[in-house]
Each structure stands twice: as C-alpha cells, then as structure tokens.
T-cell receptor
Framework: DADVTQTPRNRITKTGKRIMLECSQT?????MYWYRQDPGLGLQLIYY???????NKGEISDGYSVSRQAQAKFSLSLESAIPNQTALYFC???????????FGPGTRLTVL | QKEVEQNSGPLSVPEGAIASLNCTYS??????FFWYRQYSGKSPELIMF????GDKEDGRFTAQLNKASQYVSLLIRDSQPSDSATYLC????????????????FGKGTHLIIQP
C-alpha cells in the first residue's frame, strides 16, 4: 500500500466551484506539505503543517486554504476555483531525521 | 529569495554513457541537498540525498556536493533508457534533524533523454 495517498487523482471542475483535495499518510510523519506543479515552473509550495495546530503559508497560498484534521490527514481547498489553478497538485510528508520529503501520487486538477 | 537553478535541457546521452546533471543554489545556509526523479505525470521519487562536501555513491548514482561553489551534481553511470525522466534538485537551508521552516526549494528540473 502507498504510504502517501491523494484523492481524487483527477478532477475537472468549473470556475467558481469549491473543491477539496485530500491527502492521507501512513508514514507517521508530523510534517506535511502541499505543492502545485505547472509545466516549466517546477514545484511551488502552497501550505505546510508541522502538526494539527501549526499551519503555515507557503509562497503561493492566495486562493487556497488547508485543514489538518489529524496527524495523518491534510486537505487542500480551493474556495472558488479559477482556470489558472489548473495544475498538478502534490501532497508530501517529511522525515525529520533525514529532511527527505515523500510525495503522494498527485491530483491533476482542471478548472474550466 | 532562495533559488535553485538547473539547466532545463533536454540533455541527451547515449545508452551506457555517464549522464551528468548539475544544480546551483543561492542560499549559502543550505544544508541538505536532494535529487528526485520524476516521470511525466508522476510524482517525484527520491534518488538520494547528500549533506557533506564530496561524493556519495548509491549504485549507479553518485551525488557530488561543493558548498564553497554552491554546486551539487548527480552522475548516472551506465545510463539506461529507463533513466529518461526529469531530474529535480532540491535544497533545504536547515541542518538534518534540525527541522525546517518551509520545506524544500526545488529547481525546475533537467529533462534527461537516454538514447538507445
């Protein structure tokens, strides 16, 4: 079984709709991250969380919000989706011992 | 602002040859360095990490770090067609086990093509 899972894997939605992307992990890591990836732009950090009560904005948090429901679950919401939020979204966890980040399989989001 | 620079490529290498991927970073406080491989449409997967100056070998892969020059590289020996992918360099300004405020800073990646 995958250590970091994301749902849905693909989603097509319309402008103005609210959408939630979910991430779960069984690695036991307390640190979790949300990134988006656009062609030619690399990975950009949206939000990160050190634990349930500690959530921080990344470099491109505008238009997004997050919820850390438990150590193992970290959700990303788009309150009112817009077309330039069309991208590949990755959740990741972090091993404190090695600083290594482990990525989920990604969610491909298309906003029409 | 922290920056990680990579040549976007494509870098074309014959099968069986050595592929050399390079990365430079702007933050002298960077302490942890990572190489990820990403196939098209898939998630990044860790190849290896390096913390200290010098070389670190793992199978066909060797990471090289030069903190004075703010340079990290990845060598892939005996390149195979399955090595064709985008390779992402990532850095973190915190020391290992010291936590970190904001995750890794990624380069945009180098697209590597291994020609059969």
């Amino acid at each position: 079984d995958a250590d970091v899972t994301q749902t849905p894997r693909n989603r097509i939605t319309k402008t103005g709709k609210r959408i939630m992307l979910e991430c779960s992990q069984t690695k036991g890591h307390d640190r979790m991250y949300w990134y988006r990836q656009d062609p030619g732009l690399g990975l950009q950090l949206i939000y990160y969380s050190f634990d349930v009560k500690d959530i921080n904005k990344g470099e491109i948090s505008d238009g997004y919000s997050v919820s850390r429901q438990a150590q193992a679950k970290f959700s990303l919401s788009l309150e009112s989706a817009i077309p330039n939020q069309t991208a590949l979204y990755f959740c990741a966890t972090r091993d404190r011992g090695t600083d290594t980040q482990y990525f989920g399989p990604g969610t491909r989001l298309t906003v029409l | 602002q922290k920056e990680v620079e990579q040549n976007s490529g494509p870098l074309s290498v014959p099968e069986g040859a050595i592929a050399s991927l390079n990365c430079t970073y702007s933050d002298r406080g960077s302490q942890s360095f990572f190489w990820y491989r990403q196939y098209s449409g898939k998630s990044p997967e860790l190849i290896m990490f390096i913390y200290s100056n010098g070389d670190k070998e793992d199978g066909r892969f060797t990471a090289q770090l030069n903190k004075a020059s703010q340079y990290v590289s990845l060598l892939i020996r005996d390149s195979q067609p399955s090595d064709s992918a985008t390779y992402l360099c990532a850095v973190n300004e915190r020391s290992p086990s010291g936590g970190g405020a904001d995750g890794l800073t990624f380069g945009k990646g180098t697209h590597l093509i291994i020609q059969p």
